[in-house]
């Protein structure tokens, strides 16, 4: 098999993996705390940059961390965040005239990410004696 190819089905097999569970988690979140607001893409993109943090943070101190990156940041973690899912919630919120609602899910998301990625790498440094 090709190289190309191969890192082809790593992505591949690692999207399936992540939209899968991205639909199962949302649809679980959905029925716990209903649609009137879109808890379950916020929880999906914070858990997501939480784990990216994570993965790249080990992926740093790996001699080749080519497929681990392929498959779970590239494929599995692709996969399960939302952020289109995010972008057109939004502006729903907007289009329903719902503002605060709306300035509330694109600020806490937008923050919220950036500070869940932050501590992915925070404990990956931890568990890796600062060499991610």
């Known amino acids: 098999m090709g190289e190309t190819l191969e890192k082809f089905l790593w992505v591949g097999l690692g999207g399936a993996i992540g939209a899968s569970a991205r639909y199962g988690l949302g649809g679980w979140l959905q ?32 001699q080749d961390p080519t497929r681990l990156r392929l498959f779970v940041a590239i494929g599995i973690l692709g996969g399960y965040t939302t952020y289109s899912t995010f972008a057109y919630e939004g502006l729903m919120l907007l289009a329903d005239r719902r503002y605060l609602p709306a300035l509330f899910y694109v600020q806490f998301t937008a923050l919220g990410t950036v500070f869940s990625a932050w501590v992915g790498l925070v404990v990956a440094r931890m568990l890796t004696g600062g060499r991610a």
């Open 31 to 62: 029925s716990r705390f209903g649609a009137s607001f879109p808890w379950q893409t916020i929880v999906i993109n914070l858990t997501g940059s939480l784990l990216i943090g994570l993965v790249l943070g080990f992926a740093n101190v790996l």
